[in-house]
C-alpha cells in the first residue's frame, strides 16, 4: 500500500499522540503473565542436563538411575527426537546434543519431575560418558589451520573452488562495486586498522520459560515466552513430528526479547517431556542458562581500510569481517558486510565476510544483527579521518552520506531516506554545542538497518457497543499494541481507547512471522490499516442497506457513514457503534481482516552524539550526554519510538563500555551471570535525548519506518569515538572496560587530555 | 512479460562462477527466480533456500507475485533476518 497523497497535507487524529499503553497496568501492578507465571493442574518441572565441557564426544548416556528415582516422570535425549537432514538440523541438535557437546551448556538430556528437588536429583544421576575433545572459542584462532575442527562436513561455501578439507569456517561472502584498489590509488590520506567486538547477550530480564500439554490423544497447547509463537508451533511440530493444526502456541507477556528470542530452545524439550510423561511439564531456564545456552551475539574481528581525497570525499574503503556465530554456522556476517558501508555514497566499496563457528552457544539475533560490529569498526576509522584531514565529524559524514539515488554498498538505489537529515538534526542539537571540560570527549557515529516486513495476518472485529478488537500475530515487545490501537482508531475514526489490540493464539489467526526486523509497526500495523478499510467497507454497506441506497453511495468520515452527497439522498450520519448496534439485523457480524506479505518496508538510519568523561585513575568511563537522531518515517507512538531509541542506545552503550563473553583456557565461560557480566543500569547513563526525524517511507501509507533496530547500530563506535576524543589514543576493541582503558592509558604512558 | 537486468549480491555470485549480471525474462519474482535457476542450475538450491530481492531499492523477502518491469533495478541478495 502506498504512502497516502499527500504526505506533507496529511493531518492525523490519533497517530502521533502518546496515549499509555494498554498493557502498562498490568506490568506495574503485577497482573502480566509473563512465561514462568503459567501453570496447569499437575505440573511436572522441567530440568536440562547441560555439557561442562566445551567440546566433547558423547560416547553413551545411561539415564536408568534417573528413571528409577521415585518422582521422576520421564527422560529425554537425542534419542527422543528423529534425526533431519533439513534446515532444522542445526536448531534440532542446539536444542538436544546428538554425537557431540559442542559447547558448556550445549542440553545432553532432560528430565520432568514431580519437584524441583526430585528434577535435579534425577539430572545427577543421568551418567553421560564424554570423550573430551580440543575446543576453540575465538575467531581468529578458530579460523587458523590446525584449529580444532567442530564439524567434519563444514566445507566453506563461497569459495571457488570448493575446499576438499573440512574447517570452521562456514561460508566466505562479498558485496561492493567499483574497483577499490584504483580507488585507493586516488585518496589523499589512507587510514587503517583491526578491531575487536566481544560476544554480548541479549540481556533479557525474563529468561526463557516454558509450559507444555501434550494430551495422550496427540493434541498440545504451549505457553511460552517469544518474539514468534507461530515458529515456536511449526519448530515444535516439525522436530516432534507432529501435525501442526495438533499444536497450539499462545505467547506469554514478554520481559524482554531485543532478538534472543526468535528461535526455540528449551520448547521442543518441554514438549518432548510432556508428550512422554502425558502430563504438563514447565521449564525455566535460570539465569546460568540463559547466558551459557541461549543465543549471544557474534564476536567479531575485522579490518577497515579508507581512502578520502583532500577536499574530504571518500575514494575507496574496504574491510574484512569475521564473525563466529558459535557453535553452527549462521553468524550474521552478511548483514554486518552489507551495513559496514551503508551510510555512505561510495564509488569503489568491497567487503569480505567469514561465518566462522567457535565452541560457543549458537549466536541469536541481536536488534540488527550483524551491524553494530562493522559499523563500530568503519565509523572508528571515519572518525579518526575526519581528525586526520581536520573536518568536524559531522560536516566529513555530510560530505559523503549516502541519500536518495546513492548505490548503495551492499547493490540497491536507495529510495527516499533520512540520513542526511538525522545528521543535520545532530549538528543542530544544543548538545553538539556543549562544552567539554578535562578528560572529556565526544564522538559522532551514524548507523543503517535494512527493516523487513513479511507475513502478516490481523483480525479487527466490531463490537455491538461500538468497540473495536484487534487480533494480531506478532508478540508485543516495544509497546505495539498501543501503536496498532492508534492506527486503527485513526482509520476508524473513533478513540483510541475504543480499540483493544491482543495477541492472538497460533489457533485463532493465520500465520506471522516472528516479531524482528523492525517490522511490527510497519507489518503488523499495514496489515491494521487494511483490515480497518475492509471494516469501513462493510460498515458503509450496512449503512447503505439501511438507507436503501447504493453502497458506493456512502463514504466514511470522522467515524461516521455519511451519504456521498446530496444525490445520495439526506440521512443522519450513522456512527460506527450505531451501526453496530445492529449489525444482528443487518447481515451478521462486522469483521476487517488482512492477510499478505507485507513488503517495502523503507530503511532507517541514525545517528548519535556521545559525550564522555574518563577517570584517567581507573580507566571507568561515565557518560555525560547522549543524542540520537534517528529516521522514523511517521512517529505512529512518539514515546514508545523514542523509547526504541534510547533503548538501543543503552544496550549499545553496555556493549560499548562493559558487556562480554569471558572465556577462560578451559572454554568455559567465567561470567555468567549479571554480577559479573555488566549491563548498565539507570545509575550509568544520563537522559537520551532524541530527535525523532521523519522521511517517509513511500511503502506505507502514513510514511511508516521500523525502528527498533537502528539505534543499536552507532553507539559502540560513538562511545569508542568519544572515549579516543578524551583520552587521545584510538582503542580498537570494546568494551572500553575500565581495565583495558587503563591498560592503553599506562602501554602509551599518556595522560588523558586536557 | 519483461526482459529484466538481474543483479546477484554477496555469497550467490560464487554459486553462478563469479558471474554478477544476468538477463531474465519474467514478469514477476517468482518467475524471475525459476527462469533463473534454470539458467544457472547451481544457483537453484539457493534459490529455493529464499533469497531477498531488492526491486529499485525496496526488499522484497517473500511475495512471488510482486510484479516486475523492464526498468526495475533488480538485486537479488541473500535471504535477510532481524532482531
Known sequence: MPLDNPPAKRSFKTVGTRPLRPDGLDKVTGRARFGADATAPGLLVGRILRSPHAHAKIKSIDISKALALQGVKAVVTSADFADRTDGLRDVLVNVMARDKALYEGHAVAAVAASTAEVARKALKLIKVDYEVLPHVTDVDEAMKPGAPVLHDDMFTKGVEPAPTKASNIALRCEFGHGDVEAGFKQAAVILEDSFKTEATHQGYIEPHACLANIAADGQGELWCCTQGHFMVRDTCAQLLGIEVSKLRVTASEIGGGFGGKTTVFIEPVACALSKKAGRPVKIVMTRDEVFKASGPTSSASMDVKIGVSKDGRITAASATLRYQGGAFAGSPVEMGAMCAFACYDLENVKVVGYDVVCNRPKQAAYRAPGAPMAAFAVESIMDSLAKKIGLDPIDFRLKNAAKEGTKSSYGPTFGPIGLVETLQACKAHKNYAAKL????????????????????????????????????????????????????????????????????????????????????????????????????????????????????????????????????????????????????????????????????????????????????????????????????????????????????????????????????????????????????????????????????????????????????????????????????????????????VLAALTKDGRNAKS | MAQLTVQLGGTLQSYAGGQKTFQVEASNIREMLTRLGQQVPALKAVLDRGVAVAVDGQIIREAWFHPLTAGNEIFLLPKLAGG
Open chain 1, 437 to 740: 571540560g578535562k578528560n572529556q570527549g565526544r564522538g559522532v557515529s551514524s548507523g543503517f538497518w535494512f527493516n523487513f516486513g513479511g507475513q502478516t495476518c490481523v483480525s479487527l472485529n466490531v463490537n455491538i457497543d461500538g468497540t473495536v478488537g484487534l487480533s494480531v500475530g506478532t508478540p508485543d515487545i516495544g509497546g505495539s499494541r498501543a501503536s496498532m490501537s492508534l492506527m486503527a482508531a485513526e482509520e476508524l475514526g473513533i478513540a483510541y481507547e475504543q480499540v483493544k489490540t491482543i495477541i492472538a493464539d497460533t489457533a485463532s489467526l493465520g500465520y506471522n512471522d516472528v516479531t524482528d526486523g523492525s517490522r511490527v509497526t510497519f507489518a503488523s500495523g499495514l496489515a491494521t490499516i487494511h483490515a480497518a478499510r475492509d471494516a469501513i467497507k462493510k460498515l458503509c454497506a450496512r449503512a447503505a442497506k439501511t438507507w436503501g441506497i447504493p453502497e458506493d453511495a456512502v463514504v466514511w468520515e470522522a467515524g461516521h457513514a455519511k451519504p456521498a452527497g446530496k444525490n445520495a439522498g439526506e440521512f443522519e450520519p450513522l456512527s460506527l457503534a450505531e451501526i453496530a448496534a445492529t449489525v444482528g439485523n443487518t447481515g451478521g457480524p462486522v469483521a476487517g481482516h488482512c492477510e499478505f506479505n507485507a513488503e517495502n518496508a523503507g530503511p532507517a538510519f541514525a545517528s548519535h552524539v556521545v559525550d564522555v568523561e574518563v577517570d584517567p585513575a581507573t580507566g571507568r568511563t561515565t557518560v555525560l550526554r547522549y543524542l540520537i537522531a534517528q529516521d522514523a518515517g511517521k512517529a505512529i507512538h512518539p514515546t514508545y519510538v523514542e523509547g526504541q531509541f534510547q533503548g538501543g542506545a543503552a544496550q549499545g552503550v553496555g556493549w560499548a563500555l562493559n558487556e562480554e563473553y569471558i572465556y577462560g583456557a578451559d572454554g568455559k565461560l567465567q561470567n555468567a551471570g549479571f554480577l559479573d557480566y555488566r549491563v548498565p543500569v539507570c545509575s550509568d547513563l544520563p537522559m537520551i535525548d532524541t530527535v525523532i526525524v521523519e522521511v517517509p517511507n513511500p511503502g506505507h501509507p502514513y510514511g511508516v519506518r521500523g525502528v527498533g533496530e537502528a539505534s543499536i547500530v552507532p553507539p559502540l563506535a560513538a562511545v569508542a569515538n568519544a572515549v579516543s576524543d578524551a583520552v587521545g589514543i584510538r582503542l580498537p576493541q570494546v568494551p572500553l572496560s575500565p581495565p583495558r
